[in-house]
């Protein structure tokens, strides 16, 4: 029976809420995970794929910068961007992916490198997310 609400929520929109058993999140300082009647807890979120599981099954969300907070049993994900897999566009991250490699590898001298790595990171993560929901729906 799950027993933590988890909210994920950008500036545009409600992405998720839903009552869940155990989220995972990609915290800036490093992953982290939650259950039922944990403490509360702040962190600032990195880019990554947060994953939350209901009735034994794994659902992932990608998410880029922003806060977590844990709160009586509640998981309040205030996230810049959101996207679950449905959203997610693989074309455009493939491309964005491209973009970045390009600059990393041929204008290294006049790049700025960690916004070319937080593309790249951005661009991996979504097809993760992607990928792992398409595998995991033909099983
Ligand atoms: P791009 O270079 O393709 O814009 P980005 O990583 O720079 O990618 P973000 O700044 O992370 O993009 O996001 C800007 C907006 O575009 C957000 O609303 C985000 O949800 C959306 N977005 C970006 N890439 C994708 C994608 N591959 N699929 C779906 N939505 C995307």
Do not use: C, W
Not at 32 to 60: Q, T
Not at 66 to 82: D, Q, W, Y
């Amino acid at each position: 029976m799950a027993q933590l609400l988890l909210e994920i929520v950008t500036p545009d929109k409600l992405v998720l809420s839903q009552d869940v058993d155990y989220v995972g999140a990609p915290g800036l300082l490093g992953e982290f995970g939650v259950m039922a009647n944990h403490i509360p807890f702040l962190s600032a979120l990195g880019i990554g794929s947060l994953m939350y599981k209901v009735g034994g099954k794994a659902n992932y969300v990608f998410v880029s910068g922003g806060f977590a907070e844990v709160s009586g049993n509640k998981v309040t994900i205030l996230a810049e961007v959101a996207e679950r897999p449905e959203d997610i566009d693989v074309e455009r991250a493939r491309k964005a992916q491209d973009r970045a490699k390009q600059r990393l590898d041929r204008e290294r001298e006049k790049v700025d490198f960690a916004r070319a790595q937080a593309a790249m990171q951005r661009a991996f993560y979504r097809m993760k997310v992607r990928d792992t929901a398409t595998s995991t729906a033909s099983h």
